[in-house]
């Protein structure tokens, strides 16, 4: 088992039995290349809060097996997309949640403490109409396989 997922589990863990650890940030490597070259993300650790962790898991569903390989999402997205409505990018992924696509959107250039990260801000299912034509159709595409 990774740091990574025995971090996620800990975190679960610890929301479940009230004792939120909100105010860790875990640093999961280097931001995905992809990122760098398609959405001119700055050359910044990648990291992810607690407080998202719980968030994703308690407030969105998602399964822990799917925080669990984040970053391997990431890293082979099926598309990446300009926001329309934020600094930063989502992350179309070939997992789904039901039958709606799972998104992650990261910030790029956020500070935390004194350091500049780029952040995993969220990771849900995007329910509706399938986003993938609306952001085409708005020019927002970034990216695709």
Not at 14 to 34: A, D, R
Request: aromatic letters at 6%; one cysteine or more.
């Amino acid at each position: 088992m990774s740091n990574y997922s025995a971090l996620v589990d800990l975190i679960i863990k610890n929301e479940m039995n009230g004792i939120p650890v909100h105010e860790i940030v875990i640093e999961l490597g280097e931001t995905p290349e992809l990122l760098l070259k398609h959405a001119d993300f700055p050359m910044l650790p990648l990291v992810i809060k607690a407080s998202t962790i719980a968030k994703i898991c308690f407030e969105h569903g998602i399964a822990t097996t799917h925080i669990k390989k984040i970053k391997e999402l990431l890293f082979n997205p099926k598309a990446i997309y300009r926001s329309a409505t934020q600094q930063g990018v989502i992350v179309l992924t070939v997992e789904l949640k039901g039958e709606h696509p799972i998104i992650i959107p990261v910030h790029p250039n956020k500070t935390i403490g004194r350091n500049k990260y780029n952040v995993i801000a969220s990771m849900y299912a995007k329910e509706g109409n399938n986003p993938e034509i609306t952001w085409k159709k708005s020019g927002l595409l970034l990216f695709s396989t």
